[in-house]
């Protein structure tokens, strides 16, 4: 376990925080606003990291995924290893990827998906799988369309039009190839919360990473001059986390968020992550357009 969390926010039995006084606020963008792109490239550049509202995915389709997320996480264990992670595997259920650097510290479960969850969907609910894969795919397809449009709105805040990325042929082309996994987490309440960590301090390896998170805090992103800061938990609203790929891109000009997830005392934490990058035969370097002569 850590022997002590320097530097952070902490949780106490009533969910209530206990910020720095140099704490802000990680910006809300509305979709609908005119100035989306402009108001997305500052708070990429200032941030690495935003929340949208008005993005077009449907509050009842968010309360889905987070039902199926909590119906399977509350399966017994038994269960759930039923459609354990193989481990050459990227689909089933498991521990976060990067808790394998971090053996000791993390206090979650995940499950992840790449295509279609069918076969491990089968193994969690023999009699009715068909209900939660409809809810999977209804998920990915509103997700992969909306990564698109945040995506081709933080290109165009750079400069970047679709013409100006040779591999990205046609929007349709693109988002048919686009690399996209969701992560479904569970972060179980945890008795002692200043000794253990939901999620170690990371970055994604993506473009973006979208974020669907319950009404439980706990998710923390670092900027400069501020510590970490939490992300509070806005009803329909997403977090939009700017990735490695998407700093490389932009030739740094975007920052990659590290951020990181805190547990709570005596409330369970859900959350979605929809992970989008380019198809996966592409090379990402440093754009020509942002690159000094």
Known sequence: TW????????????NTMKESANSSSVPVIDLNDPNASKLIGHACKTWGVYQVVNHGIPISLLDEIQWLGQTLFTLPSHQKLKAIRSPDGVSGYGLARISSFFPKLMWSEGFTIVGS???????????????HCDTVLQYDEAMKKLAGKLMWLMLD???ITMEDIEWAGSKAQFDEKACAAMQLNSYPSCPDPDHAMGLAPHTDSTFLTILSQNDISGLQVQREGSGWVTVPPLHGGLVVNVGDLFHILSNGLYTSVLHRVLVNRTRQRFSVAYLYGPPSNVEICPHEKLVGP
């Open 117 to 131: 969850p069918l076969d491990h969907f089968r193994q969690l609910w023999p009699q009715d799988y068909a209900k």
């Open 157 to 159: 805040s750079l400069g």
């Open 3 to 14: 022997t002590h969390l320097d530097d952070h926010t902490l949780i106490n039995s009533n």
